[in-house]
């Protein structure tokens, strides 16, 4: 069974500081990885994807993820915060031998980005 | 650009009343997906379907559950009896074959009375 685990579930930034959400995994197979975000009343919309290819992913808006292995980690960063990038953000786990690949997904962490 | 979509966007249902949440899912895609996020909770895997035919389901989803793909565009989550824990977001997803994204639809409010 996989399980993923957020740190913090509210992380509070400066505009223009460095965002850091955190996300460790639990996978007894070699796992896909992905950051989603939430918007206020909307759907999840996926931010960026770790796929067994490069180790170090970007996405959309500036924003990137390192999967290290030896740590189970897949934290998400972007180097700058915008007020636009206050949202929840969920990291979500799937089983790469699994045809279905359900996702499992963190608590999540809403951001709050503060002029 | 496709996207899935979802509908009614909001349903208010008396208890033990009967709801059917609706998607449209993107139309070349193989594999449907609900999941629900209780208010303030993370988002729950539900059940997946592909090939006309439950794939794996969650604890929560027991037999007061179903899904069906009546038409081949529509694909359908069906409440028998609405308790007050249901109440939730709904969200539907879609996604190809292989390792790609899941593709979320903007969700059903669920609120039961």
């Known amino acids: 069974a996989q399980s993923v685990t957020q740190l913090g579930s509210h992380v509070s930034v400066s505009e223009g500081a460095l965002v850091l959400l955190r996300c460790n995994y639990s996978s007894s197979v070699p796992p896909y990885l992905f950051w989603y975000v939430q918007y206020p009343n909307q759907g999840l919309q996926l931010l960026l994807k770790?796929?067994?290819?490069?180790?170090l992913v970007k996405g959309i808006n500036g924003f990137e993820a390192e999967f290290k292995k030896s740590e189970t980690s897949f934290h998400l960063t972007k180097p700058s915060a915008h007020m636009s990038d206050a949202a929840e953000y969920f990291c979500a786990v799937s089983i790469t031998e699994a045809a279905g690949n359900k996702l499992t997904f963190g608590g999540g962490t809403r951001v709050l980005v503060k002029p | 650009e496709p996207e899935v979509t979802q509908t009614p966007s909001h349903q208010v249902t008396q208890m033990g009343q009967e709801v059917i949440l609706r998607c449209v899912p993107i139309?070349?895609?193989?594999?449907f997906y609900w999941y629900r996020q209780i208010l303030g909770q993370k988002v729950e895997f539900l059940v997946s379907f592909y090939n006309n035919e439950i794939s794996e389901k969650s604890e929560i989803f027991d037999d007061q559950f179903s899904v069906e793909r009546p038409d081949g565009s529509n694909f359908t989550l069906k409440i028998r009896s609405t308790k007050l824990e249901d109440s939730a977001m709904y969200f539907c997803?879609?996604?190809?074959?292989?390792?790609?994204?899941?593709?979320f639809g903007p969700g059903t409010r669920l609120l039961v009375l």
């Open positions: 770790y796929t067994s290819a490069a180790t």
């Open positions: 139309s070349n895609h193989l594999y």
């Open positions: 997803a879609s996604k190809g074959i292989g390792p790609e994204t899941q593709y």
